[in-house]
C-alpha cells in the first residue's frame, strides 16, 4: 500500500495556506532572491500581476524536477545552486550565502492571488525560454483525481514576452510570472499598492543597509495621481516608503541619516562564534566597545547582530518628519532570517520579545516598542530557526531560537535600558535634545562612569574603546567628585589609557588642596564665631544685671509681660510680610542674627582664598612646577569664591534675607524676580531690569547663594559699557506641567560675528563676550546644570543678545 495524494492538496498548501495577499507576493520575492537576482519589478495591470526578476532562471529540468516537485526544496538538500557554472557566479552583484526559504511551498503563493498562472524562464544552461502555463481551477474540479495527474502545458518561446511598459528591461536569465484572473481585483487600488510598498520595504530593508536587491512597482493607473503628488512638496524624505508616490524603486530611508540622533547598540557573535563584540554610541559618539565570551551554546555557527535603537522625543519628531509615519505605526524590532524579515515580529501591534510586557513591571527602568527600533539579523541553519509555513506565526520554538531571545535581551536590550534609564532619564530635558549637551555636563558624565564602571567590572569582560569626552574628570566642587574617581579607577585599571590615571591625580590633588583650604576656612571661621559669641554673651550678661538693680522686680516683671505679648504680635506680622517678600529693601531692617551669619559665611569664603592659594604657594615653593591647567583651576576657583563674597555683601547692606550655604526647598521664580529687583537692580542703576511671569511656581530645591550668583552674572555682563544695553529682562513661563523656560533678553548689540561661528563657546572658561575673565558664563552654566536645568543663546533674536533657560520635572 502507498499514500495517494488528492488534487485538493492544492487549495492546502496554497491559497488556504497563505492567507493573505501580501505575504503572497513576500514569498514570491524570497524566491528570486534565492535565485541571486538584484532587481525585481511588480507590475499590477487591471487583472493581471507580474513578478519580474534577473535571477538565475530554470531551465526544463528545473522544472520538472523541482519547481513541479511538491514540497520538495532543492535548497534544503544542498543541490539548488549545484548546476551554477563559475563565470555566472563571478558576474553576480547579488550575494547569498543562505537561502529565504526552503520548504518548497512557496510557490503556491501564486494561487493566493489568482486563478492562472503562466511563467517564462531561461537559465544560462538554455538558448529559449521555457513557458509554462497553469489553470489551478483545474485541480479543483474532482478532489478524486491525483494531483500529479493534472497535466501542465509547456513550451519554449525564443524571447521574454514584456508588458508593452518593460519591453525595455534586459537580462539575459531570469523568470516571468504573470498571474491573471485575479482572486480580488477590485482590491488592488491606491491604498493597498501604498501599503504594500511600505511592507516590502520592511520585508527586506526596513533600515536602508542592503545594496544588492532592489525592487520596482509599476501601476500605469497610478501614474497621473503620482505626478500631482510629487507637485505637493511633502517633507517627507523621497527616500521613505511612505512618501505618497506608487511608482518607482522600493527604498528605504537611509537609517544612518537618523541614527546620528538615537542612542543605539550593536552587538556582534565573532564569525566563530566564541566572542560578542558589543558597542553603544550615543548621538553620534561610541560611549564603549567592550569584547566578552559567548556563553550560547546552541548558536554555534551562526551568523548573528543585534542593532537596537532608543527614540527620545527628538528623535521620533525626526523619524516622523522624514519617514511620513509615527515610529509605533512603523514598527518595532525587526527579525530577519536569511536576509529576509520574519513576518510578524516587529509589526506596529506585534510584541513578540515581550517589552510592553515587561514595562508594564517597571516603567521606569524598561523600554517598550514604542522606544525601540531594531534588527536582528540572523544567519544560519534552517533546522535551528524554522519560521511558520503560513509565514505569519513567526518562528517554530526551538532551543537556538529561546538562546537568540536571551541573547538580545542580555547582550543587547538590558544593557541600552541601562545606560538610557541611568543616564538619559534622571536628566529630564535629555529627551528634548538632539546632541550631547546634557550628557557632557558634570552631573551627566557623572552618571555615564557609574554605569559603565559597573558594566566593565563584570566578569570576562575586556573594554576595547570608550569616550574620553565621557570618561573624563569632574569639578572638584561637585558633590559628586568622590564617587566619581572612585569610578574612574576601574577605568584606570581595565584600560590602556595611560592619560587617564594622569588626569585623576591631578583631579584628586586639586580636590585634597580645596578641602584642605576650606577645612582650614571653615576651623578658622568656627574658632572666630566661638570667640565672638562667648564676648557677646559677657556683654549681654553685663547689660542684664545693670538692667535689673537699676528696676524694681514686680515692675520688671509686668513691663516684660506686656512686652512679650506685643513681640509676638509684631513678629506674627513681620513672619508673613517675609512671606510676601524675601528681600525687604531697607538696610535697617537688618537683624544681628543674619549680620553675624553673613560675617560667618563671608570669613569662611575668604579664608578658603586664603588657604587655597597659601597651599600653591607652597607647591611653588617645594619646586614643583604650576601647571597652566592648574593655574586656570586655582584662578576659576578664586573666582567663584570671590562671586559668593560679593553677592553676600550685597544682600548684607540691602536686604534682610537670613543667608545660607545650605540648599532649600522653595519657588525659584519668586526668589529670582525679588533678587532681581530688590538687589542686583540697585547696583546697576544705568540697566533697566525686569520680570515677567505668567504667575505659575516651580517649586524645587536649589542654592540660594548660587541662584543669585546666576542673576548677578548675567545682569553684570548686559551691564557693561560696551554692550549698548539699556533693559535686560527675564521672562518666565510654564509650556507644560513639567517644563519651565526663562527667556533673558537685552536691547544691546548682541554676540560678535566671531563668536556666532560657534556660540556655545560663550560657555567655556576663558572665552568672554566682552572684555572681562570669560569666567561669568561659565559659572552660570556650572549652577544652572547643577540643578538639572540648560542655558542656551538664541541666535534668532536680532535685538540684542538672548538666552534660554530650561528646567524639566
Not at 31 to 50: G, P
Not at 133 to 162: A, P
Not at 212 to 236: C, G, Q, T
Not at 449 to 463: A, D, M, T, W
Amino acid at each position: 500500500m502507498k499514500f495517494k495524494i488528492s488534487s485538493g492538496l492544492k487549495d492546502i498548501i496554497g491559497k488556504e495556506l497563505i492567507v493573505d495577499d501580501f505575504v503572497a507576493i513576500f514569498e514570491l520575492v524570497k524566491n528570486s532572491f534565492d535565485a541571486y537576482a538584484d532587481r525585481v519589478d511588480l507590475y499590477f495591470d487591471e487583472d493581471k500581476i507580474y513578478l519580474i526578476d534577473n535571477g538565475k532562471g530554470m531551465s526544463k529540468s528545473d522544472i520538472e524536477n523541482k519547481w513541479l516537485f511538491v514540497a520538495y526544496s532543492a535548497k534544503s538538500d544542498k543541490t539548488e545552486d549545484k548546476a551554477l557554472s563559475n563565470d555566472y557566479r563571478k558576474n553576480l552583484r547579488a550575494t547569498r550565502q543562505s537561502y529565504a526559504g526552503n520548504k518548497g511551498v512557496g510557490r503556491f503563493s501564486c494561487d493566493r492571488l489568482g486563478a492562472n498562472l503562466t511563467i517564462q524562464s531561461k537559465s544560462s544552461s538554455e538558448t529559449e525560454v521555457n513557458l509554462v502555463t497553469i489553470d489551478w481551477g483545474e485541480f479543483e474540479v474532482d478532489q478524486n483525481m491525483q494531483f500529479q495527474d493534472v497535466l501542465i502545458e509547456h513550451h519554449k518561446e525564443r524571447d521574454f514576452s514584456l508588458p508593452e511598459e518593460l519591453s525595455g528591461l534586459q537580462f539575459d536569465t531570469g523568470t516571468i510570472l504573470e498571474i491573471s484572473r485575479l482572486r480580488d481585483p477590485e482590491s488592488w487600488d491606491r491604498a493597498k499598492l501604498k501599503k504594500l510598498k511600505a511592507s516590502i520595504a520592511k520585508l527586506i530593508d526596513p533600515f536602508g543597509i542592503k545594496k544588492d536587491f532592489d525592487i520596482y512597482i509599476h501601476a500605469p493607473a497610478e501614474k497621473d495621481r503620482d505626478k500631482k503628488e510629487l507637485l505637493n512638496n511633502s517633507d517627507v524624505d523621497q527616500d521613505s516608503p511612505y512618501f505618497d508616490i506608487i511608482n518607482g524603486k522600493i527604498s528605504n530611508l537611509v537609517f544612518e541619516r537618523l541614527a546620528a540622533k538615537t542612542t543605539r547598540i550593536k552587538t556582534i557573535l565573532s564569525n566563530d562564534c566564541t566572542k560578542i563584540t558589543t558597542e553603544l554610541i550615543d548621538r553620534g559618539e561610541r560611549v564603549y566597545k567592550i569584547e566578552e565570551p559567548s556563553t550560547f551554546k546552541a548558536l554555534h555557527s551562526t551568523s548573528l547582530s543585534v542593532e537596537l535603537y532608543y527614540m527620545n522625543t527628538v528623535a521620533k519628531i525626526n523619524f516622523t518628519r522624514s519617514m511620513g509615519v509615527p515610529v509605533n505605526q512603523f514598527g518595532s524590532v525587526f527579525l530577519f532570517l536569511n536576509g529576509f524579515r520574519v513576518v510578524p515580529i516587529g509589526d506596529p501591534n506585534d510584541d513578540y520579545f515581550q517589552l510592553n510586557a515587561r514595562k508594564a513591571q517597571g516603567y521606569a527602568r524598561y523600554l517598550g516598542t514604542r522606544e525601540v527600533l531594531g534588527l536582528i539579523d540572523v544567519k544560519g541553519d534552517n533546522s535551528k530557526f524554522r519560521e511558520a509555513s503560513s509565514r505569519d506565526k513567526g518562528l517554530i520554538p526551538t532551543q537556538a531560537s529561546t538562546e537568540l531571545s536571551e541573547y538580545v535581551f542580555e547582550k543587547a536590550l538590558k544593557r541600552l535600558e541601562a545606560y538610557v534609564s541611568k543616564v538619559s532619564w534622571p536628566d529630564k530635558l535629555d529627551s528634548d535634545s538632539a546632541d550631547l549637551s546634557r550628557i557632557l555636563t558634570d552631573q551627566g558624565k557623572t552618571r555615564v562612569i557609574e554605569v559603565l564602571s559597573k558594566l566593565i567590572s563584570g566578569k570576562n569582560i575586556k573594554l576595547l574603546e570608550f569616550s574620553e569626552s565621557m570618561i573624563d574628570t569632574i569639578s572638584i566642587r561637585d558633590e559628586s567628585f568622590e564617587s566619581t574617581i572612585r569610578n574612574l579607577q576601574v577605568f584606570a585599571e581595565k584600560s590602556d589609557a595611560e592619560n587617564l590615571q594622569d588626569k585623576i591625580d591631578l583631579a584628586l590633588n586639586r580636590y585634597n588642596d580645596l578641602k584642605a583650604a576650606e577645612a582650614a576656612a571653615r576651623e578658622e571661621a568656627e574658632r572666630e564665631k566661638k570667640i565672638r559669641f562667648a564676648a557677646e554673651l559677657e556683654a549681654k550678661r553685663a547689660r542684664d544685671e545693670k538692667l535689673a538693680a537699676e528696676k524694681e522686680r514686680d515692675k520688671a516683671s509686668q513691663s516684660l509681660k506686656s512686652a512679650e505679648k506685643k513681640i509676638g504680635i509684631v513678629e506674627s506680622a513681620l513672619t508673613e510680610e517675609k512671606k510676601r517678600n524675601l528681600f525687604l529693601k531697607q538696610a535697617s531692617s537688618v537683624e544681628i542674627d543674619t549680620v553675624r551669619n553673613f560675617h560667618h559665611q563671608i570669613g569662611i569664603y575668604s579664608s578658603n582664598i586664603s588657604h587655597y592659594i597659601q597651599h600653591k604657594l607652597d607647591t611653588l615653593n617645594h619646586g614643583e612646577p604650576l601647571s597652566i591647567d592648574d593655574a586656570k583651576s586655582l584662578l576659576e576657583e578664586i573666582s567663584f569664591r570671590n562671586q559668593q563674597i560679593l553677592t553676600i555683601s550685597r544682600i548684607a547692606t540691602l536686604a534682610d534675607y537670613r543667608m545660607s550655604a545650605e540648599s532649600i526647598t522653595d519657588d525659584i521664580i519668586e526668589f529670582s524676580k525679588q533678587y532681581l529687583e530688590n538687589v542686583a537692580s540697585q547696583y546697576h542703576p544705568d540697566i533697566e531690569v525686569s520680570w515677567t511671569t505668567d504667575n505659575t511656581e516651580w517649586v524645587m530645591e536649589f542654592m540660594p547663594l548660587e541662584l543669585m550668583i546666576v542673576i548677578d552674572n548675567l545682569v553684570h555682563n548686559a551691564a557693561k559699557p560696551n554692550t549698548g544695553c539699556t533693559k535686560i529682562t527675564f521672562a518666565s513661563r510654564t509650556t507644560s506641567k513639567d517644563r519651565l523656560e526663562i527667556d533673558i533678553f537685552d536691547d544691546g548689540l548682541g554676540f560678535a560675528e566671531h563668536l556666532q561661528l560657534d556660540i556655545e563657546s560663550v560657555f567655556d572658561m576663558g572665552v568672554t563676550t566682552t572684555d572681562g575673565s570669560g569666567l561669568g558664563l561659565y559659572h552660570v552654566r556650572q549652577v544652572i546644570n547643577s540643578m538639572g536645568g540648560s542655558i542656551k543663546v538664541d541666535l534668532e533674536y536680532e535685538d540684542g543678545a538672548k538666552f534660554v533657560v530650561r528646567f524639566a520635572r
